[in-house]
């Protein structure tokens, strides 16, 4: 009886003690910790909260977080609340947040063109696709222009997976803008959301859906790889405030939304850089701020109405552009600016007519600002409007004098001004 009195004390003493502590460690931590416990700390490391029923649609940040978890590295005990009650990570809960928020608003298009084959000059019909995103309730869809350039037949299908003839609406072919319409029940209709493409940063999070290659509504994610970038679209014109980003889009995305971490449209993606038409992780889009400038027009009057300021062709030099010729009785030979002087000369039974370049202004500058090419020029032409005055300063007979020009519309004169040879 002592032996096993004895042996029995021994052994209940380390578990008391181990008891004890366990009861005093769990009063300390909830008095440091407060009423929230570990949901505190883990709902700090882990930065915004994720959509709930109590805090609503709510998207997380994914900068704040990485800031936030930065400054608070979470403990190892805590690991395992990296991960959401279904199975996923913060970094995959923004992923399907995102695509649930957009995907509704996504169009998928399929066109139908006819082209000629052969000698015989047959015809064929070939097909397309391309992507857009629901602008409204009233059935506009946007997309590139050259997903629906020269289509007999465009197609859109939905969210829900009805299929609806598209009619077109307008398009600026410049910007390779377009928007399209289609007859469906607003029910079915989800606006995309705008956001800024003025606050974008190198780096930032973005997600393209779209339908590469036909396959409906895909979703890639990457990075902002530059800003500003120039890309020419069509013959001499180029946009300067292209996009570039390292999402893999592919034939099918043109046209297709690029969206933020918060699921608002910041770009349309519109081509890739690659020697083999697929993607090599060098994709451009078209900024969100643009398209919204362009859109309004479109829908209202099917054509953008840009500034237009009557000069038709230029040479472009070293030091300027030289007028080439002027839009008769349009506002820069209202304005007084010159162009070549032309005379008519006769050799034998022939007359023919000589230019004189040398009576050509030089314009060097528009509003104190330098140009050297044709798409300087129209840069800053087009970010006025019609009705307003650009100063041009120009090289006459050899000394520089300025020229005020009075914007009129393009839909009065439809030149613009185009390289010469």
């Not at 003493?13 to 769990?26: H, K, N, T």
């Not at 009423?35 to 883990?42: A, D, E, M, R």
């Not at 079915?188 to 290659?213: E, T, W, Y």
């Not at 400038?293 to 500034?307: C, D, M, N, S, Y």
Request: aromatic share 4%; proline share 6%; net charge neutral.
């Amino acid at each position: 009886m002592n032996g096993l009195s004895s042996i029995r004390r021994v052994s209940w003493r380390p578990f008391v003690f181990c008891l004890v502590s366990a009861i005093a460690g769990g009063l300390l931590t909830s008095a440091l910790l407060g009423p929230g416990g570990f949901t505190q700390l883990q709902g700090q490391d882990r930065g915004p909260a994720f959509p709930t029923a109590r805090s609503g649609p709510r998207l997380p940040n994914p900068v704040g977080d990485a800031v936030l978890a930065t400054q608070n590295p979470a403990p190892q005990v805590a690991t395992a609340s990296l991960f959401m009650a279904d199975g996923m990570t913060p970094e995959e809960q923004i992923n399907v947040a995102v695509y649930e928020r957009v995907n509704k608003s996504v169009a998928n298009i399929t066109t139908k063109t006819v082209k000629n084959d052969g000698l015989f000059l047959t015809e064929s019909a070939a097909e397309g696709a391309g992507s857009g995103s629901v602008l409204d309730k009233a059935g506009h869809i946007l997309t590139n222009f050259h997903v629906v350039e020269d289509a007999r037949q465009v197609s859109v299908t939905l969210f829900d997976g009805k299929t609806y003839d598209a009619g077109f609406v307008g398009a600026d072919p410049i910007n390779d803008v377009a928007v399209i319409k289609i007859e469906a029940p607003p029910e079915v209709l989800i606006p995309v959301q705008f956001g800024d493409s003025a606050k974008l940063r190198v780096g930032m999070r973005v997600f393209a859906i779209g339908n590469p290659f036909g396959l409906e509504r895909t979703l890639t994610t990457g990075v902002i790889s530059s800003l500003n970038r120039s890309l020419q679209i069509r013959g001499d014109r180029t946009i300067k405030s292209i996009i570039q980003i390292d999402a893999s889009i592919n034939p099918g995305n043109s046209g297709g939304p690029l969206a933020d971490s918060h699921g608002r449209l910041i770009g349309m993606n519109t081509a890739i850089a690659s020697s083999t038409g697929q993607s090599a992780g060098v994709g451009f889009a078209i900024p969100i701020n643009l398209i919204a400038r362009i859109v309004p027009q479109l829908i209202q009057k099917g054509k953008v109405i840009r500034p237009e300021i009557g000069i038709s062709r230029v040479y472009q030099t070293e030091h300027g552009l030289l007028v080439a010729q002027l839009t008769p009785g349009g506002p820069a030979e209202k304005s007084g600016l010159k162009g070549p002087q032309t005379t008519k000369k006769r050799r034998g039974p022939f007359v023919f007519n000589q230019v004189d370049r040398n009576t050509a202004d030089l314009i060097i500058e528009v509003d104190g600002k330098s140009i050297k090419t044709a798409d300087d020029f129209l840069s800053i032409i087009e970010s006025k409007n019609p009705g307003d005055s650009v100063v041009l300063t120009v090289v006459r007979d050899g000394k520089e004098t300025r020229v005020a020009v009075r914007l009129t519309s393009s839909e009065t004169h439809d030149d613009h001004p185009v390289p010469g040879e």
